[in-house]
């Protein structure tokens, strides 16, 4: 019952990783060293050895370029270098590079190696061949690279040449040129294939032969000088794995936006779901087991669905929140998704058949959600409520919350009592304004949310009430038009969530459960939007829908707690339409020295009497000096704001009244009827569809303006605001309230 705001309407558009109000999350700190702790006696290290890291390679250089030896060794101390050619130590030779131009040809074939040096000992790394290539001869810029492979699967090298050279590989003495396809490779007929072979790269692919051992691969180049081969490199076929792992399934997750492995977050019936195979294999492989999921729901055929593997080889240590987790994904339409639908699962159908037999998936319909988007107008202007702009809301609303369907009407432009929302108590006017609509609409069930125009000036994003249980008046909030995550934040309060801890956010939820307002270890899932937003849930941040952190999504926590409210709370007995009496106020200066409750001028208004309250204040109908009826009303608390309100439509005792009382913890207001009939109003067109009410706003304060044609209200009218816009062709009836009661006054057509 807390009336919640977002912070300015700016700020919500700074909002980002890096943006204000996501530093919440605990500076990381270095901890001095306690210091009454005995220092700690480091060890002087054993001396080591040199040990080399990285060998010198073999080198193949044109005449005049540069050649270059390297070395990479460790020890302690750390070791010195010595370079040697042919056996014969290099003078200055002592970096961990050695590098010079090769200028006599004769350099061709000699060995190069280093010795690296300590007190420890010595190491000599392998000897590097120094190829000289004569001029015009290419060079292979490309080496083939050693490779493994089971027998069978497909073995590829490249080689890369620096002018365009035919190459032809040779593959155990044998050699394959372009167009050659196969060969005799130990007794057994593999093809090999030779692409490119006349340019400046080849490719040699074939299958690894079915003799597990190594074979020598080398690629031959030849330019317009002599041919030049590149380095030989081993293809080593290894023997085949005899034992075949043993496969699992680990867990199975349906997922309808932050779904958890443990099943602890509810699903929805009748709202579609990503199902996640989660599969195991025991030992290393390059398994590629499709799955398949069969769903019988109640009244349909069977369907099943095949799911081919994702990835190549099923993980021995699967990990869900690991991104991206290699898991068999797919997405059941809404209506597989219902109560009586059970599914089976089985990983690697026709081989292993590991299967979850089938199960009920456990979901609860939730009541569609009725939402009527009501454009306020104000000074600054009167938003238009497209079908995108609708639809966008109800997506940004759909994809958070546990909900099936969101059921949204837009409704007629509203225009409350005040013409601008620049203050506090003007915001909370508006809101106040239009949960009195909202009850005198008889839409007791209905979420308002009443939409502003970009570009007013506001101190807020959005506004709402937060519902406590029991409460059904607190079902209206007020966003900025494009707002769409200030347009779900503030239906969330309306659903009785409070804040979540992130960004300057007035009462977060004490029971919160994750820090910085994150959304805990589920993984976010949009089953709604028109493709599958699949995110990473390692990205610290998707905050909480309730917080003002930016990069929304919504807690478990508070999805279960959305859930609950649409599925526990007792709706309205519909005990129809009745004469009632719509009482508002406010209590201004709340946690201040002097707060002060106020009530405001009352309507009578036909429509379903609200609910009784198990708590907040006492409304007591009066008739002289005798209490004729007596209701308590509900309260919801602004403390972001310093107010708390009420509006509420009490059905009307038999007698009539002339005061009307409110109490609280031992404060009391009193407003008493004013005397004498109201004069009837009149409404001039001030400009095409725009026109004045004028009535006498010193007797009869407040006016509230249906709309014949729909039996909306559409405006709320005092002493600051008396014009609204109209349209062509319709009467009004005017309400004017004398403070306990209003007159009536229909059939008003503008002029
Ligand atoms: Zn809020």
């Known amino acids: 019952m807390f009336a919640k705001t977002l912070v300015c309407a700016t700020a919500l558009l700074a909002f980002g990783c890096s943006g204000a109000g996501g530093g919440s999350a605990p500076a990381a700190t270095n901890a001095p060293a306690d210091p009454g702790a005995p220092a700690v006696q480091v060890p002087v290290a054993n001396q080591t050895a040199p040990v080399v890291l990285v060998e010198p390679r073999d080198e193949t250089v044109a005449q005049g370029e540069w050649a270059c030896f390297s070395v990479e060794a460790m020890g302690d101390p750390t070791p010195a270098i010595q370079w040697y050619r042919d056996g014969a130590a290099i003078p200055g030779a002592n970096a961990a590079s050695y590098y010079f131009i090769p200028s006599d040809p004769s350099l061709d074939g000699a060995a190069f190696h280093a010795v ?9 790394s392998r000897d590097a061949t120094l190829h000289v290539a004569c001029a015009g001869a290419p060079l292979f810029s490309v080496q083939p690279t050693a490779t493994s492979a089971f027998p069978g699967t497909l073995v590829a090298f490249l080689a890369g040449t620096s002018t365009v050279s035919k190459v032809a590989w040779v593959v155990n003495g044998t050699t394959c ?18 692409t490119a072979s006349a340019g400046t790269s080849s490719t040699l692919a074939f299958p690894a032969p079915a003799a597990p051992g190594t074979y020598a691969v080398q690629a031959i180049a030849t330019g317009s000088g002599v041919p030049v081969a590149s380095a030989p490199v081993l293809l080593t076929v290894m023997a085949p794995v005899t034992n075949v792992p043993t496969l699992s399934i680990q867990s199975v997750l349906l997922d309808q936006g932050i779904q958890l492995p443990d099943s602890s977050v ?11 195979i989660v599969g195991a294999a025991s030992t290393f492989n390059g398994l590629t087991p499709s799955a398949k999921v069969r769903v019988t729901a109640p009244g349909q055929a069977a369907q099943v669905f095949v799911i081919p593997c994702p990835g190549h080889g099923v993980p021995t240590t699967p990990d869900l929140t690991a991104w991206p987790s290699m898991t068999w994904d797919v997405l059941l339409p809404a209506s597989l998704i219902r109560p009586g639908a059970r599914v089976a699962v089985t990983l690697d ?23 009527r988007f009501v454009p306020v107008v104000l000074a600054g202007g009167t938003p238009t409520l497209g079908p995108s702009t609708v639809q966008a809301a109800v997506q940004e609303m759909t994809r958070l919350y546990p909900l099936a369907k969101v059921a949204a009407t837009v409704g007629s432009p509203f225009t409350p009592s005040v013409c601008d929302i620049a203050t506090v108590a003007n915001i909370n006017q508006v809101l106040m304004d239009l949960e009195s609509k909202r009850i005198a609409d008889g839409a007791l069930q209905t979420y308002y949310q009443g939409i502003w125009q970009q570009g007013i000036d506001c101190l807020y994003a959005g506004l709402g009430y937060i519902a406590s249980p029991g409460n059904t008046s607190s079902r209206s909030s007020l966003a900025c038009l494009g707002q769409y995550s200030a347009s779900a934040h503030e239906l969330g309060h309306n659903l009785g969530l409070q804040h979540a801890p992130c960004g300057a956010v007035s009462d977060p939820d004490p029971d919160f459960p994750y820090s910085g307002g994150l959304i805990g270890l589920g993984q976010p899932v949009d089953t709604t939007g028109p493709g599958l937003v699949y995110t990473d849930p390692g990205n610290p941040c998707y905050h909480d829908i309730m917080g003002y952190c930016g990069a929304f999504w919504i807690s478990d926590y508070n999805y279960t707690r959305v859930f609950k409210a649409l599925t526990q709370t007792t709706r309205g007995a519909g005990s129809g339409a009745a004469a009632c009496l719509l009482v508002s106020g406010f209590q201004s200066g709340r946690g201040g020295p002097s707060p002060r409750w106020n009530l405001r001028p009352a309507f009578n208004v ?31 608390d602004a403390e972001a704001t310093g107010l708390a309100t009420f509006v509420a439509a009490i059905p009307m005792p038999g007698t009539p009244i002339t005061g009307v009382r409110l109490n609280h913890e031992g404060q009391t207001v009193h407003l008493k009827g004013l005397t004498g009939h109201a004069a009837a109003p009149t409404m001039a067109l001030t400009a095409p569809g725009v026109a004045h009410l004028s009535w ?20 709320i009218l005092g002493g600051d605001n008396q014009e609204l816009p109209v349209a062509p062709g319709r009467t009004y009836r005017v309400e004017l309230s004398d403070n306990v009661g209003s007159s009536s006054h229909p059939g008003i057509a503008p002029r």
């Open 116 to 124: 690296v040096h300590n007190a420890a000992g010595d190491t000599t």
């Open 177 to 194: 040129q372009e167009g050659d396809t196969t060969a005799i490779l130990s007794g057994t007929q593999t093809t090999l294939t030779v």
């Open 266 to 276: 509810p699903l929805v019936a009748n709202r579609a779901g990503l199902l996640r």
């Open 349 to 371: 159908p026709g081989g292993q058949n590991v299967t979850v037999p089938d199960w009920a998936i456990p979901c609860l319909p939730v009541p569609d959600l009725d939402l």
């Open 606 to 636: 036909t429509t379903q009497p609200s609910a009784p309250a198990p708590a907040g204040v006492r409304i007591d109908l009066m008739n002289g000096d005798a209490v004729v009826a007596s209701h308590t009303v509900a309260v919801s």
């Open 696 to 715: 006498n706003h010193a007797t009869h304060p407040l006016a509230m303006v249906r709309d014949e044609q729909t039996g909306q209200v559409v405006a």
